[in-house]
T-cell receptor, first 112, second 115 residues
């Protein structure tokens, strides 16, 4: 089944404790992206990747890192999480920037 | 500046009535346009998209949208809604030819279907 998976789905952590949210797709997509969703703000892009080893900042990259060492995986790293990073995070992938983006199920993060 | 505006944060509609969800964008470059739906506690699912060609686009679940370049709008319509259409709807725009890549989303419109 074609899908985008994210892990974990739910995470509670404390300020400053490094964490990684994984994202994996099995559709051989070139393009991958991370978004955060906050009430009243819609989805905002954090980082995106056009291909392996090619990543770039989106609209709200501060406090986040990403890597794209292989085509299928695009982890989101929070080196020192803060409470303002409490949010719902979505990973998405597509064949190219023209094509439909397929979204993962979301990761709900709470930073205390 | 490039932006996407969904004018209504909530739209209450009676079941079987028609609905229009509004989306406007601001851009000096060409665009691709998308509507996504998010059902409660789920991820986003594509309803329809406009890349080029006919300005009237038909999507899943009986939804359609019309691209109006002069008014920079991409409003979503359905002639008769059902309870199952209750969800959050997001308009998204990809601005081509300059600046960061990726989708810019509107803030969403919560469609509430009343029996």
């Amino acid at each position: 089944e074609a899908q985008v998976t994210q892990n974990p789905r739910y995470l509670i952590t404390v300020t400053g404790k490094k964490l990684t949210v994984t994202c994996s797709q099995n559709m051989n997509h070139e393009y991958m992206s991370w978004y955060r969703q906050d009430p009243g703000l819609g989805l905002r892009q954090i980082y995106y990747s056009m291909n392996v080893e090619v990543t770039d900042k989106g609209d709200v990259p501060e406090g986040y890192k990403v890597s794209r060492k292989e085509k299928r995986n695009f982890p989101l790293i929070l080196e020192s999480p803060s409470p303002n990073q409490t949010s719902l995070y979505f990973c998405a992938s597509s064949l190219s920037e023209k094509e439909t983006q397929y979204f993962g199920p979301g990761t709900r993060l709470l930073v205390l | 500046a490039q932006s996407v505006t969904q004018l209504d944060s909530q739209v209450p509609v009676f079941e079987e009535a028609p609905v229009e969800l509004r989306c406007n964008y601001s851009s000096s470059v060409s665009v691709y346009l998308f509507w996504y739906v998010q059902y409660p506690n789920q991820g986003l699912q594509l309803l329809l998209k406009y890349l080029s060609g006919s300005t009237l686009v038909k999507g899943i679940n009986g939804f359609e949208a019309e691209f109006n370049k002069s008014q920079t709008s991409f409003h979503l319509r359905k002639p008769s809604v059902h309870i199952s259409d209750t969800a959050e709807y997001f308009c998204a725009v990809r601005f081509l030819g300059g600046g960061a890549d990726g989708l810019t989303f509107g803030k969403g419109t919560h469609l509430i279907i009343q029996p």
